[in-house]
């Protein structure tokens, strides 16, 4: 069989790479057998030549199997993950999580930390005080088994190979790599024994695709890289222009998850927990359309069944459960400003991105792997797009540990805002779905 020397060079010729040369790759990847150097190599290859469909299962299926895998089989009942690409006040874990298990699914979940101007699940369920994120796998069995669903960290033993593999495609300008992005999401996903996979792909300034088109593709490559590997995915392409609810940043987006579980929503969070939600129960065979879902979601909502799932999760991970029904128990930072409209009129557009980039400067996010957060850090939105604001009027306000921090964040946030003089026409949320049958129009389902 073709050395390391040979697989590089067939790639970067624009060949197609065998099932023997590619786990021959992950295994040398995983033992340290090929050098850092090769193994950059092949990465920027496969960035310039990419990887047909078998290139990208065998891929996929050859990084988990340098792990330990998650057999769920002796817990009963349908188990769907549900994976978000990551945006900006993306808090809806923590909702359709619970919601969905409150009807009858269960919902693992293996998360990660923040990174840039996106949001980190485990840095924002650690702001619940106490809560514990990083379980065994008995730990993790039981809790998914007794609350309906998990939230938690990735040991070092699921997919190792993808571990230095991010590490140099992070190193070599090769993270944005379609098939290489493919392989990472969907080695992780298939790691955990789940019955299907529920995919929340964004799209838009503040997703880490923002062209519909490439959001559209990795949407797609997932879900057939999925059903390929013998695991049912559905996907749904949802917009992130601007942030998503009325909060970015760990605890104020806590606090706005507990209070969407006692029913109170904005109007975009809703529209894409539901939809995500009811997806789940589809996955879940719980239901056959996302019209059917609705109803069970409205009534596990109402009842408080969905809340007390979460309640549930968050005492099984050591987590204080009062700080669900007394919201002041979450941390908030000390120093605080509104940044204030300098103009009447209609709001037309408050930029994802830029205000990602805000809560990092706020602390509330990180640069780099090793940088610490604050907790209490981070941004209530008083108007979100659409809405009139008169000049002089605060929209936005901002907490952190210092004034400096205050400063820096707030002249990010006015850059951020576009203020139109007519009425804005608000677009849909959730854009299209993905499945086995290919995309279509979520207006149309």
Same mark, same amino acid.
């Given at each position: 069989?073709?050395?390391?020397?040979?697989?590089?060079?067939?790639?970067?010729?624009?060949?197609?790479?065998?099932?023997?040369?590619?786990?021959? /790759?992950?295994?040398?990847?995983?033992?340290?057998?090929?050098?850092?150097?090769?193994?950059?190599?092949?990465?920027?290859?496969?960035?310039?030549?990419?990887?047909?469909?078998?290139?990208?299962?065998?891929?996929?299926?050859?990084?988990?199997?340098?792990?330990?895998?998650?057999?769920?089989?002796?817990?009963?009942?349908?188990?769907?993950?549900?994976?978000?690409?990551?945006?900006?006040?993306?808090?809806? #874990? /923590?909702?359709?999580? *619970?919601?969905?298990?409150?009807?009858?699914?269960?919902? *693992?979940?293996?998360?990660?930390?923040?990174?840039?101007?996106?949001?980190?699940?485990?840095?924002?369920?650690?702001?619940?005080?106490?809560?514990?994120?990083?379980?065994?796998?008995?730990?993790?069995? +039981?809790?998914?088994?007794?609350?309906?669903?998990?939230?938690?960290?990735?040991?070092?033993?699921?997919?190792?190979?993808?571990?230095?593999?991010?590490?140099?495609?992070?190193?070599?300008?090769?993270?944005?790599?379609?098939?290489?992005?493919?392989?990472?999401?969907? #080695?992780?996903?298939?790691?955990?024994?789940?019955? &299907?996979?529920?995919?929340?792909?964004?799209?838009?300034?503040?997703? /880490?695709?923002?062209?519909?088109?490439?959001?559209?593709?990795?949407?797609?490559?997932?879900?057939?890289?999925?059903?390929?590997?013998?695991?049912?995915?559905? &996907?749904?392409?949802?917009?992130?222009?601007?942030?998503?609810?009325?909060?970015?940043?760990?605890?104020?987006?806590?606090?706005?998850?507990?209070?969407?579980?006692?029913?109170?929503?904005?109007?975009?969070?809703?529209?894409?927990?539901?939809?995500?939600?009811?997806?789940?129960?589809?996955?879940?065979? +719980?239901?056959?359309?996302?019209?059917?879902?609705?109803?069970?979601?409205?009534?596990?909502? &109402?009842?408080?069944?969905?809340?007390?799932? /979460?309640?549930?999760?968050?005492?099984?991970? &050591?987590?204080? *459960?009062?700080?669900?029904?007394?919201?002041?128990?979450?941390?908030?930072?000390?120093?605080?400003?509104?940044?204030?409209?300098?103009?009447?009129?209609?709001?037309?557009?408050?930029?994802?991105? #830029?205000?990602?980039?805000?809560?990092?400067?706020?602390?509330?996010?990180?640069?780099?792997?090793?940088?610490?957060?604050?907790?209490?850090?981070?941004?209530?939105?008083?108007?979100?797009?659409?809405?009139?604001?008169?000049?002089?009027?605060?929209?936005?306000?901002?907490?952190?540990?210092?004034?400096?921090?205050?400063?820096?964040?707030?002249?990010?946030?006015?850059?951020?805002?576009?203020?139109? *003089?007519?009425?804005?026409?608000?677009?849909?949320?959730?854009?299209?779905?993905?499945?086995?049958?290919?995309?279509?129009?979520?207006?149309?389902?």
């Amino acid at each position: 069989m073709a050395g390391i020397y040979e697989i590089i060079a067939k790639k970067r010729d624009g060949g197609v790479l065998t099932p023997q040369e590619i786990s021959f /790759f992950v295994k040398g990847v995983t033992d340290g057998s090929i050098l850092d150097y090769q193994v950059s190599a092949l990465l920027m290859a496969i960035f310039l030549r990419g990887l047909h469909k078998g290139e990208m299962v065998e891929l996929t299926e050859a990084m988990l199997r340098s792990g330990e895998t998650i057999d769920l089989s002796g817990i009963e009942g349908p188990k769907i993950d549900k994976h978000s690409t990551g945006g900006v006040g993306d808090k809806v #874990s /923590f909702i359709v999580a *619970p919601w969905a298990a409150a009807c009858g699914v269960k919902v *693992p979940m293996l998360s990660g930390r923040s990174l840039g101007h996106t949001g980190g699940t485990l840095d924002k369920l650690e702001s619940l005080p106490g809560t514990r994120v990083f379980l065994s796998s008995e730990e993790f069995k +039981r809790t998914l088994s007794d609350a309906g669903l998990v939230i938690c960290g990735q040991t070092d033993n699921l997919v190792p190979a993808d571990r230095r593999l991010y590490a140099l495609r992070d190193a070599t300008a090769t993270v944005n790599s379609l098939p290489l992005i493919v392989s990472s999401i969907m #080695s992780k996903k298939l790691a955990l024994g789940t019955d &299907g996979i529920v995919l929340d792909v964004k799209t838009g300034s503040g997703a /880490f695709l923002p062209e519909l088109e490439r959001s559209r593709a990795l949407c797609e490559a997932l879900v057939e890289v999925g059903h390929s590997s013998g695991r049912p995915t559905l &996907g749904l392409i949802t917009q992130m222009d601007q942030p998503l609810g009325s909060s970015v940043g760990n605890a104020l987006e806590m606090v706005e998850s507990v209070e969407a579980l006692r029913g109170n929503f904005a109007q975009d969070l809703y529209e894409v927990c539901q939809a995500i939600a009811a997806a789940i129960l589809v996955a879940g065979k +719980r239901v056959s359309s996302f019209d059917q879902a609705k109803p069970l979601l409205d009534e596990a909502l &109402g009842s408080g069944r969905a809340l007390e799932r /979460f309640r549930r999760m968050v005492e099984l991970q &050591g987590g204080n *459960p009062r700080a669900l029904d007394d919201l002041s128990l979450f941390p908030r930072s000390g120093e605080s400003c509104v940044v204030k409209a300098r103009q009447s009129g209609y709001i037309a557009a408050v930029d994802a991105f #830029s205000v990602g980039m805000a809560t990092i400067d706020l602390g509330a996010g990180r640069v780099r792997k090793e940088d610490g957060v604050d907790p209490g850090a981070g941004i209530l939105l008083r108007r979100k797009v659409g809405e009139y604001v008169e000049a002089g009027e605060g929209w936005a306000e901002l907490f952190a540990s210092s004034r400096g921090r205050l400063e820096q964040a707030e002249t990010r946030m006015v850059q951020s805002l576009r203020i139109s *003089p007519e009425p804005v026409k608000l677009s849909p949320r959730v854009l299209e779905t993905v499945d086995s049958l290919g995309v279509r129009s979520w207006e149309k389902i």
